[in-house]
């Protein structure tokens, strides 16, 4: 089974601090997403990335950028974290731009910003 | 644009009792549609999909799903649920073409009660 794990289940930051969230899939999946889900909201799509070194935005990039170095791992960088980016972060992995396999999401991290 | 609408946030139902969870999609193209769930403190988990062919899909512990076209709907159904069926369940839509983009709803709460 395909894998996706985020380095960290819970994280308290302060306002203003760089913030890291990185998340690796150890099954050759070429497309990866970072999603944030909020109590009433469902999951919103922050960014994705069909390919090494390439990212697109989604519906809610202000604010967060992400680094796609090697194929396996993804992270999500917030540049200053503020209050109303305190949520549960959920990074995601598919096989094929299609979708029919749907996608493996990792456990989630939920970050606090204080 | 696509949409995906679960109006359903919570529904609470007793140990044993069938239940329905309802998604609707609207959408311009050909879509695969999702389920997904999410236990506490966990990522999420696919259930089930419907890609072609028979309408009717099921998942390995007891779910399914029921595909109709001309009501665009995708409701989620088991004749007789258990305590550990409480969890969120998300109904997630997919585009066959453009941007191949990935719709989650809002999530429904199922609990189920002793």
């Known amino acids: 089974d395909v894998k996706v794990t985020q380095s960290s289940r819970y994280l308290v930051k302060r306002t203003g601090e760089k913030v890291f969230l990185e998340c690796v899939q150890d099954?050759?999946?070429?497309?990866m997403f970072w999603y944030r889900q909020d109590p009433g909201l469902g999951l919103r799509l922050i960014y994705f990335?069909?390919?090494?070194?390439?990212?697109e935005k989604g519906d809610i990039p202000e604010g967060y950028s992400v680094s796609r170095e090697k194929k396996e791992r993804f992270s999500l960088i917030l540049e200053s974290a503020s209050t109303n980016q305190t949520s549960m972060y959920l990074c995601?992995?598919?096989?094929?731009?299609?979708?029919?396999?749907?996608?493996?999401f990792g456990s989630g991290t939920r970050l606090t910003v204080v | 644009a696509q949409s995906v609408t679960q109006l359903d946030s919570q529904v609470p139902v007793f140990e044993e009792a069938p239940v329905e969870l309802r998604c609707n999609y609207s959408?311009?193209?050909?879509?695969?549609l999702f389920w997904y769930v999410q236990y506490p403190n966990q990522g999420l988990q696919l259930l089930l999909k419907?890609?072609?062919?028979?309408?009717l899909v099921e998942s390995i512990n007891g779910f399914e799903a029921e595909f109709n076209k001309s009501q665009t709907s995708f409701h989620l159904r088991k004749p007789s649920v258990h305590i550990s069926d409480t969890a969120e369940y998300f109904c997630?839509?997919?585009?066959?073409?453009?941007?191949?983009?990935?719709?989650f709803g809002t999530g429904t709460r199922l609990k189920v009660l002793a």
């Open positions: 099954m050759d999946h070429e497309n």
């Open positions: 990335s069909y390919d090494v070194k390439m990212k």
């Open positions: 995601a992995s598919s096989l094929e731009r299609g979708h029919s396999y749907g996608y493996t």
């Open positions: 997630a839509v997919s585009t066959l073409s453009g941007t191949y983009k990935y719709i």
């Open positions: 419907y890609l072609s062919g028979s309408t």
């Open positions: 959408s311009s193209v050909s879509v695969y």
